[in-house]
């Protein structure tokens, strides 16, 4: 059984940093995807940075030149390292792994807060 825990979070200045770690209880090697979310309150889940196995990136132009999702597979852990944070960041972020094989198998983090605010 896939077990992602996120850490990291918590309450940040406007214009301040945090970086969210997703540590996965194997090999983040196996998974087709990786990723993070985030559902502000009252609002939908929104994705807001993708890994693919190759190491491909992508970001929705609200975070983009802000966040950075990377990896270190030693560690079997993923990072999202967010600058410049906005009061609209504030959401409970989320770690996503995507396996495909014979299906499609997703599996969920149990979120970590992140409050932007002066």
């Known amino acids: 059984q896939v077990q992602l825990v996120e850490s990291g979070g918590g309450l940040v200045q406007p214009g301040g940093s945090l970086r969210l770690s997703c540590a996965a209880s194997g090999s983040i090697l196996i998974f087709n995807t990786m990723a993070w979310y985030r559902q502000p309150p009252g609002k939908r889940r929104e994705l807001v940075a993708t890994l693919t196995k190759p190491g491909y990136t992508n970001y929705p132009d609200s975070v983009k030149g802000r966040f950075t999702i990377s990896r270190d597979n030693a560690r079997n852990t993923v990072y999202l390292q967010m600058n410049s944070l906005k009061p609209e960041d504030t959401a409970d972020y989320y770690c996503?792994?995507?396996?495909?094989?014979?299906?499609?198998?997703?599996?969920w983090g149990q979120g970590t807060q992140v409050t932007v605010s002066s």
């Open positions: 996503n792994a995507v396996l495909d094989v014979r299906g499609v198998y997703s599996y």
